[in-house]
């Protein structure tokens, strides 16, 4: 199973929206960061718990465009997906959609993440558990 798409349905909450009743535009992010929490979950077998708070690596937000392209509404089902664009030498470029269950794009961004120490909160080279799942191939 290839890991480089990434896919979950997902049902919008009351939580997430504004007075109208559709997504309030912010909610969509944490939306996306939860789907790459879970990505990692089952990328690595530390999780992201363990990629942040055990191995002390970072993955922050460098670059990020995103693109409105209809509304979700409170109860609505939607998929949630991530799909690897771009794997650099200390980053990777992610799209993240939301899509309803007509297969209508209704939100995307492209984001990418750079690796850091979280010691030194200085950029680098992806992590080897991280490159080789990427990558899908064996570490040595």
Known sequence: MSLLK??????IHFSECDPAGIVFYPQYFVMFNNLLERWFDALLPEGFAGYIL?????LPTVHLEAEFKAVSRMG????????????????????QSCIGMNGELRMQVTQT????????????AIPDALY????QQQPV
């Not at 990434?6 to 049902?11: E, I, L, Q, S, V």
């Not at 939607?78 to 992610?94: A, P």
């Not at 993440?113 to 680098?124: G, P």
């Not at 080789?132 to 990558?135: I, S």
């Open 6 to 11: 990434f896919t979950r349905p997902y049902k």
């Open 76 to 95: 609505d089902e939607v998929q949630l997906e991530l799909s690897v664009e771009r794997i650099g030498r200390k980053s990777i470029t992610l799209r």
């Open 54 to 58: 055990d191995q002390r690596f970072g």
């Open 132 to 135: 080789h799942a990427l990558t």
């Open 113 to 124: 993440y750079v690796t850091t120490s979280l010691e030194t909160h200085q950029a680098i």
